[in-house]
T-cell receptor
Framework: GAGVSQTPSNKVTEKGKYVELRCDPI?????LYWYRQSLGQGPEFLIY????????DSGLPNDRFFAVRPEGSVSTLKIQRTERGDSAVYLC?????????????FGPGTRLTVL | KQEVTQIPAALSVPEGENLVLNCSFT??????LQWFRQDPGKGLTSLLL?????REQTSGRLNASLDKSSGRSTLYIAASQPGDSATYLC???????????FGTGTSLTVIP
């Protein structure tokens, strides 16, 4: 596709459940980023992939959060035992080759609500 | 850790006014600074990107300046329109990093 896409656009779940959020980057982009935006805040970095590997996962808040990118394209953010504090918009971005040189293009986000 | 602050948090102006949004950051070792627009329930739209070696960038009615040594950037919007109503986010990338550090945004309302 022409841009970064994310599915689902909205996800409502109950506390304690497991959720998966999907990101399809721009074709040919090797770098992929996940950010989390809580209400009234700016996005905060979660994890950065270069190809299939997580080059920087320092932003993941705890071990309930995990992300994969097995074929170096689509990525899935996985959240176990969801808590109400996980409610936020999860944004994905991709760039051509990573690093500060390349511009990051953002997807529309997935709004996660944990009841 | 890089801290990015945006002032004001919210701004309401009548249509046609010129306005300035402010962004400050604590670590001046940035590679670039970018201004984004975010509409309610939407993702981020890039407005202007300023490389650390540049002083300003212009696009249409928008002008962004960068003073890296003082850790400040401003976004100037000329002749504001109701369609400019949105949240404006400032973000920086460090020379050594890959991730954006975002401010908390300025929510702009332009009243017809």
């Amino acid at each position: 596709g022409a841009g970064v896409s994310q599915t689902p656009s909205n996800k409502v779940t109950e506390k304690g459940k497991y959720v998966e959020l999907r990101c399809d980057p721009i074709s040919g982009h090797t770098a992929l980023y996940w950010y989390r935006q809580s209400l009234g805040q700016g996005p905060e970095f979660l994890i950065y992939f270069q190809g299939t590997g997580a080059a920087d996962d320092s932003g993941l808040p705890n071990d309930r959060f995990f992300a994969v990118r097995p074929e170096g394209s689509v990525s899935t953010l996985k959240i176990q035992r969801t808590e109400r504090g996980d409610s936020a918009v999860y944004l994905c971005a991709s760039s051509l080759s990573g690093g500060p040189v390349d511009e990051q293009f953002f997807g529309p986000g997935t709004r996660l609500t944990v009841l | 850790k890089q801290e990015v602050t945006q002032i004001p948090a919210a701004l309401s102006v009548p249509e046609g006014e010129n306005l300035v949004l402010n962004c400050s950051f604590t670590d001046s070792a940035i590679y670039n600074l970018q201004w984004f627009r975010q509409d309610p329930g939407k993702g981020l739209t890039s407005l202007l990107l300023i490389q650390s070696s540049q002083r300003e960038q212009t696009s249409g009615r928008l002008n962004a300046s960068l003073d890296k040594s003082s850790g400040r950037s401003t976004l100037y919007i000329a002749a504001s329109q109701p369609g400019d109503s949105a949240t404006y986010l400032c973000a920086v990338i460090l020379i050594t990093g890959n991730q954006f550090y975002f401010g908390t945004g300025t929510s702009l309302t332009v009243i017809p």
